[in-house]
């Protein structure tokens, strides 16, 4: 079955520290995978594709298809990046991803 | 442009009666899905629908059930409400739903009590 896994639930880092927030996914296939972010009492939002290939907000995200990983990167943790992210999987039309678990991601001054 | 809307924001159900939340996808946006979000099991896909046609769909009981408008406003339906069902419900829209760019709504938070 398809899966996603964000093994960690609570990552606490100061500011300027460097940030990567892990992601590793189960699908046999070509999978698309995001990136999706909640800032505190905001709707959820679209952060990284991992076809687009760009940086947003600084952060950075690669397809690793051997380790079936997609982690988050980013080089210097701001506060304002303090949220939840959440990664997740889409497999084929039709609209349906599979999300993980969620990461808080706090970012300490 | 104006984004996704859902409504109500909030709602208090009673266990067993039956409750219907509406999502008005951006406009233009043909595809629309439902999730469900809890603290234990996190955010789950319920069904998604295309041209008002239900093109794919989740691991919840049949008492869970959408559809949409020709407009591709959709609604979901959930009967026989039971505690379990508390939860928060986000609709997410796109333009054709294939390789997506999903745009979420604030959700509508529903406790059953």
């Known amino acids: 079955a398809q899966r996603v896994t964000q093994p960690e639930k609570l990552l606490s880092v100061f500011k300027g520290a460097p940030v990567e927030l892990k992601c590793n996914y189960s699908y046999s296939g070509s999978p698309e995978l995001f990136w999706y972010v909640q800032y505190s009492r905001q709707r959820l939002q679209l952060l990284l594709r991992h076809i687009s290939r760009e940086s947003i907000k600084g952060f950075t995200a690669d397809l690793n298809k051997g380790e079936t990983s997609f982690h988050l990167k980013k080089p210097f943790a701001q506060e304002e990046d303090s949220a939840m992210y959440y990664c997740?999987?889409?497999?084929?039309?039709?609209?349906?991803?599979?999300f993980g678990q969620g990461t808080e991601l706090s970012v300490k001054p | 442009k104006a984004g996704v809307t859902q409504t109500p924001r909030y709602l208090i159900k009673t266990r067993g009666q039956q409750v219907t939340l509406s999502c008005s996808p951006i406009?233009?946006?043909?595809?629309v899905s439902w999730y469900q979000q809890t603290p234990g099991q996190g955010l789950q896909f319920l069904f998604e629908y295309f041209s008002e046609t239900q093109r794919n769909k989740g691991n919840f009981p049949g008492r869970f059930s959408g559809r949409q408008f020709s407009n591709s406003r959709s609604e979901m339906n959930v009967s026989t409400l039971e505690l379990g069902d508390s939860a928060l419900y986000l609709c997410a829209s796109s333009l054709a739903g294939t390789g997506p760019g999903y745009t979420f709504g604030s959700g509508t938070r529903l406790t059953v009590v």
């Open positions: 997740a999987l889409s497999y084929n039309q039709g609209g349906k991803l599979i």
């Open positions: 406009s233009g946006h043909r595809s």
